[in-house]
């Protein structure tokens, strides 16, 4: 089967500026995932979607972060604006339903790197 | 509140020679446990998971873990380093009740030593 799928790889952008990232899940995956994993640490939870609901934003940050899967499929995660705190890894993860003993499938991530 | 701790930011290991990656936990309920490989580059792949059962657990790449419920620890083993192991290891950890979310440990780099 396809994994997920990201893009871009790598993204350079200034401070203020905006910057958008997509994935594509496995087909039929209806729980989608965002981390945002920084140098040196884990990943950690942005936004998870069930189909094209949220189900759990409590760690984005709402006054710059937004992200969307309005079909239920592949998700937008967006950064408007840009701070410098915001380098990171992005990385999109799946699963078949969401439940919370089934692994993540992720994708190789959106090196973001804001200068 | 839950919490994961890999204590060994770097591990080396000779080729040849068994590993470990220590990871230890703490959840309110109990916990659903996973191992993850991260490569240079790519996105973080599922080695292993404990849910219930049997305390040792057996994954891919011939990774097997341990689940020890009185030291709160789970740590990955390997009987024989390859080079080709050497990569980012995250532990995971989340709790089998509430809303908690899947929390990740900082990560040990493993390097082995041809």
């Known amino acids: 089967e396809a994994g997920v799928a990201q893009s871009p790889r790598y993204k350079i952008i200034e401070k203020r500026q905006s910057v958008a990232f997509w994935c594509n899940p496995i087909?039929?995956?209806?729980?989608l995932y965002w981390y945002q994993q920084i140098l040196g640490q884990g990943p950690k939870l942005l936004i998870q979607?069930?189909?094209?609901?949220?189900?759990?934003d409590s760690q984005l940050p709402k006054d710059r972060f937004s992200a969307e899967r309005l079909k239920g499929v592949d998700s937008t995660l967006k950064i408007q604006p840009a701070k410098l705190e915001d380098s990171a890894v992005y990385l999109c993860a799946s699963t078949l339903d969401g439940d919370r003993n089934s692994p993540l499938h992720f994708g190789n991530g959106t090196r973001l790197t804001v200068t | 509140a839950q919490s994961v701790a890999q204590p060994e930011d770097q591990v080396n290991v000779a080729e040849g020679n068994p590993l470990t990656v220590k990871c230890t936990y703490s959840?309110?309920?109990?916990?659903?446990l996973f191992w993850y490989v991260q490569y240079p580059n790519r996105g973080l792949q599922f080695l292993l998971k404990y849910i219930t059962g049997d305390n040792l657990v057996k994954g891919s790449y011939g990774f097997e873990a341990e689940f020890n419920k009185s030291q709160t620890s789970f740590h990955l083993k390997k009987p024989s380093a390859l080079v080709s192991d050497s990569a980012l290891y995250f532990c995971a950890v989340r709790d089998n009740f509430g809303n908690e979310k899947l929390t990740f440990g900082t990560g040990t780099r493993l390097t082995i030593i041809p």
């Open positions: 979607f069930q189909n094209n609901g949220v189900v759990d």
């Open positions: 087909s039929g995956h209806a729980t």
């Open positions: 959840v309110s309920g109990n916990p659903y």
